[in-house]
């Protein structure tokens, strides 16, 4: 039996990315050049190529359905995001699945597995940093596939909503060495994830721009989850990490103190 088309072999027919398929299939996902659109409208028709999920549920009658897949929902940061998410999906009637992975490879392929079961025509989603087979099995079967707040470097042609997180960590570390500090410790994410590994490498590069000395010891990648012990003066580069502190400062004999240098303070 001839294998049936993938949304990747669209691509490379017509010499775009899966990316710009994808949005000329969904044309309020985002523009394309008309010569572009015509270009893959033609080896759509060409190869015979049917997206799956989305033309199953539209001959049913039903409602298009999205899988939305985020580490931890005790993390404030994602728990704001799906409940935006929900919100705005059920404004265009379409229904959201919420699946968490507690930043755990394991959970999230499960996860991944139960989305292609359940025919979903787009997933937005917080990667772990593995898995990247069925991702990119989501995607050849013409699921749409947006990350947010991470990346996968294997997977280049994967829409992304993040902030810069190089630049973000390289002017922050900036600010702190205009400050004339010299001694500058950086508490961040893990480097399995695309954040954790940017943030470290705009520290580094503020330091470099400065001539300064990086010190790996007052470098610390921490994971996302789990019990976190109290600190004292430590500046924190993630959410969960920002929460971490400041619930440890309610314990007997712990104490918080601001990561933001007064004028007058120390120099070092």
Not at 46 to 55: D, I, K, Q
Not at 140 to 161: A, H, K, M, P, W
Request: net charge positive.
């Amino acid at each position: 039996m001839k294998k049936a088309p993938t949304i990747r072999d669209v691509a490379a027919a017509a010499g775009v990315s899966v990316s710009v398929v994808s949005r000329v299939l969904n044309p309020d996902s985002g523009p394309v050049a008309p010569a572009k659109r015509q270009e893959v409208v033609r080896v759509i028709d060409e190869l015979g190529y049917r997206p799956r999920a989305a033309a199953r549920e539209l001959s049913a009658g039903h409602a298009l359905t999205i899988g939305l897949v985020v580490t931890d929902l005790s993390n404030p940061f994602f728990a704001r995001l799906a409940d935006r998410i929900v919100w705005e999906a059920r404004s265009h009637g379409v229904q959201v699945v919420l699946m968490t992975t507690q930043e755990d490879p394991h959970l999230e392929a499960e996860s991944l597995d139960t989305l292609l079961d359940r025919s979903v025509s787009g997933v937005i989603a917080t990667p772990t940093g593995g898995n990247i087979e069925k991702w990119q099995r989501l995607q050849d079967l013409g699921v749409n596939v947006v990350f947010v707040d991470r990346t996968i470097e294997e997977l280049g042609d994967v829409d992304v909503v993040s902030i810069e997180n190089f630049d973000s960590a390289k002017r922050s570390t900036e600010y702190l060495i205009g400050l004339g500090h010299t001694r500058i410790a950086l508490v961040t994410g893990p480097l399995s994830t695309s954040t954790g590994r940017a943030r470290i490498r705009g520290y580094t590069a503020a330091h470099e721009s400065a001539s300064l000395p990086v010190d790996p010891l007052l470098i610390r990648d921490v994971p996302f989850r789990g019990r976190r012990r109290g600190c004292r003066g430590l500046p924190s580069c993630h959410a969960a990490g920002a929460y971490g502190p400041d619930r440890g400062q309610h314990r007997p004999g712990a104490e918080f103190r601001s990561a933001a240098s007064p004028k007058g303070g120390p120099r070092s």
